[in-house]
């Protein structure tokens, strides 16, 4: 099935320092959600973009849509030991079909 | 956010027998729910994507006839794995989308692990 290509694959940082993660794609979407996946449990939303160029904010997390379309931006400030775990992107279709990133895993050394 | 709820959170079952998962929305009444799969260490992979009251639409290499789908109501949807085998142990996590033309964010169940022995 079609994957979107996200970077870096894992990271470990430091407690306090920032994250930044990104999805990009061949394809145009309309939609693009973020998520977090904890060990054993379904992704929680942390952030959905709907237009180009959109900047949204969650707390200490904040998110933006590509102007291309074809990719998003994911960044973390400060970042806690609880930070810990899976970041997807998933783009969207009209459809609502979300097709999804290979996954960034990310550990906090406190 | 909405809730969505999986039910088992988790089976074993023999090998060639069937397994039944349920996806509910909780507090919304979803017009599609969507079931994927993933493997450890893996990305979440789109099986088929099912509206209520008709035929869910099958990813290219699903097997239809193997991974049974049914959305009866707005608020349930079940995926059936017919005759498993242990290549099918996997986590199967559902999601949903509300009604409403501005909702289009996907929530997403707790995730059933199918182990098959």
């Known amino acids: 099935g079609q994957q979107l290509n996200q970077s870096p694959q894992s990271m470990f940082i430091q407690e306090g320092e920032d994250v930044s993660m990104n999805c990009t794609s061949s394809?145009?979407?309309?939609?693009w959600l973020w998520y977090k996946q904890d060990p054993g449990e379904g992704p929680v939303l942390l952030i959905a973009?709907?237009?180009?160029?959109e900047l949204t904010s969650n707390g200490r997390l904040t998110a933006q849509f590509g102007i291309t379309r074809k990719d998003s931006f994911l960044n973390i400030s400060a970042s806690i030991p609880s930070d810990v775990g899976i970041y997807f992107c998933?783009?969207?279709?009209?459809?609502?079909?979300?097709?999804f990133g290979t996954g960034t895993r990310l550990k906090v050394l406190a | 956010g909405a809730v969505v709820s999986q039910h088992p959170s988790w089976v074993i079952c023999k090998s060639g027998t069937s397994v039944k998962i349920e996806c509910r929305s909780l507090?919304?009444?979803?017009?599609?729910m969507f079931w994927y799969r993933q493997f450890p260490k893996q990305s979440l992979m789109l099986m088929a994507t099912?509206?209520?009251?008709?035929?869910?639409?099958?990813e290219q290499g699903v097997e239809k006839d193997k991974f049974l789908i049914n959305h009866a109501s707005l608020t349930l949807s079940t995926l059936t794995v017919t005759s498993a085998h242990p290549e099918d142990s996997s986590f199967y996590i559902c999601?949903?989308?509300?009604?409403?033309?501005?909702?289009?964010?996907?929530?997403f169940g707790q995730g059933t692990r199918l182990t098959v022995v």
């Open positions: 999601s949903a989308i509300g009604q409403g033309t501005l909702n289009t964010e996907a929530f």
């Open positions: 394809s145009i979407f309309n939609t």
């Open positions: 973009l709907y237009k180009a160029g």
């Open positions: 998933a783009g969207g279709f009209g459809t609502y079909k979300y097709i």
């Open positions: 507090d919304f009444q979803a017009t599609t």
């Open positions: 099912s509206n209520e009251g008709s035929k869910a639409t099958y």
